[in-house]
T-cell receptor
Framework: QKEVEQDPGPLSVPEGAIVSLNCTYS??????FMWYRQYSRKGPELLMY????GNKEDGRFTAQVDKSSKYISLFIRDSQPSDSATYLC??????????FGSGTRLLVRP | DVKVTQSSRYLVKRTGEKVFLECVQD?????MFWYRQDPGLGLRLIYF???????EKGDIPEGYSVSREKKERFSLILESASTNQTSMYLC??????????????FGPGTRLTVL
């Protein structure tokens, strides 16, 4: 079993929809939970991070962590075609190592 | 802005060739990383370095080596390229931060094809 599981998609939604992206994990030692966004033919860039449980909001994006269920989510409100990308969850086990999910490809249709 | 650059965007090599992938970061980060990214497998850590001349194996180091002679530069070497090393290679860097916070900044990637 992988330490971090993420549905690869693709997830196709119409513009303006609310998008929910999710990851599950098995290691209860994870403390920092991150979402990276990767556009086609580019490297990943950090979108948001959350420490421990709870919610964090940044504009149209909300990151949610439920440590009791070992489940994290990224919600995108009022999705735009420019949000079309692959979204990778990542979890920090140390100051050196990140464990990545395999990524979910999102397509927002105009 | 942190900038991580990689020497090539696309590379085509033949089986058995020695391949060098170069990465440079401009923000004085202590840590540097090499990953490969394959469909369905996500990012897998090959090697990382936490200081000049220091290196640690990641999850899939077989068939690779690295070199870090200067703080800003981290090289990945494929001693004898094989077709199963065809992949996207991503370099990243990060600061040493408190606790387990580990924000990594990525380069644009090098798509390597081994024929």
């Amino acid at each position: 079993q992988k330490e971090v599981e993420q549905d690869p998609g693709p997830l196709s939604v119409p513009e303006g929809a609310i998008v929910s992206l999710n990851c599950t994990y098995s290691n209860s030692a994870f403390q920092y939970f991150m979402w990276y966004r990767q556009y086609s033919r580019k490297g990943p860039e950090l979108l948001m991070y959350t420490y421990s449980s709870g919610n964090k909001e940044d504009g149209r994006f909300t990151a949610q962590v439920d440590k009791s269920s070992k489940y994290i989510s990224l919600f995108i409100r009022d999705s735009q075609p420019s949000d079309s990308a692959t979204y990778l969850c990542a979890m920090s086990v140390s100051s050196y190592k990140l464990i990545f999910g395999s990524g979910t490809r999102l397509l927002v249709r105009p | 802005d942190v900038k991580v650059t990689q020497s090539s965007r696309y590379l085509v090599k033949r089986t058995g060739e020695k391949v060098f992938l170069e990465c440079v970061q401009d923000m004085d980060h202590e840590n540097m990383f090499w990953y490969r990214q394959d469909p369905g497998l996500g990012l897998r850590l090959i090697y990382f370095s936490y200081d000049v001349k220091m290196k640690e194996k990641g999850d899939i180091p077989e068939g690779y080596s690295v070199s870090r002679e200067k703080k800003e530069r981290f090289s990945l070497i494929l001693e004898s390229a094989s077709t199963n090393q065809t992949s996207m290679y991503l370099c990243a860097s990060s600061l040493v931060a408190g606790g387990n916070y580990n924000e990594q900044f990525f380069g644009p990637g090098t798509r390597l094809t081994v024929l």
